[in-house]
């Protein structure tokens, strides 16, 4: 069965965006992520720039919260450097979008008209006895 014949969309690898990936770890703080970008033989593409990306987990009341993150860096050292900074844009970044959110799902919320909730009808043409 084709993925047409199940109704989804047709998913290709973007051969002009590969990248290789490195991975460096403290196993304690987060974990970086080096991507190198590569032609479809594997050898590096030189033409495009290698990517830095951070990714760590912070504690919270509502449970554990995956942050990840780009970080502008031209080599290891660099990244760790900035890994600190990064975190925490990328935590006021999360707070942001939740507090965003909470405002829009409050500009949703539907309120009765006044004296619905003392057992008058909301204009309904069907009344019970």
């Known amino acids: 069965m084709s993925n047409q014949d199940l109704g989804l969309p047709e998913i290709k690898i973007d ?7 490195d991975v460096f770890t403290d196993r304690r703080a987060g974990t970086l992520r080096r991507m190198i970008p590569v032609l479809t033989d594997g050898s590096p593409d030189t033409s495009r720039p290698v990517l830095w ?6 504690m919270t009341p509502g449970g554990v919260l995956p942050l990840g993150f780009e970080i502008e860096a031209k080599d290891l ?4 450097e900035k ?6 844009k990328a935590v006021e970044d999360a707070i942001e979008e939740a507090q965003q959110m909470r405002r829009e799902a409050a500009s949703r919320i ?4 006044s004296g619905a909730a003392l057992g008058q009808t909301l204009g ?3 009344k019970m006895p």
Do not use: C, M, N
Request: net charge negative; glycine share 6%.
């Open 110 to 113: 539907v309120v009765p008209e």
């Open 124 to 126: 309904g043409k069907i």
């Open 15 to 21: 051969s002009a965006s590969l990248y290789r990936e």
């Open 83 to 88: 890994f600190p900074d990064a975190v925490r």
């Open 77 to 80: 050292a660099e990244a760790i």
């Open 53 to 58: 990306l951070g990714q760590t987990q912070l």
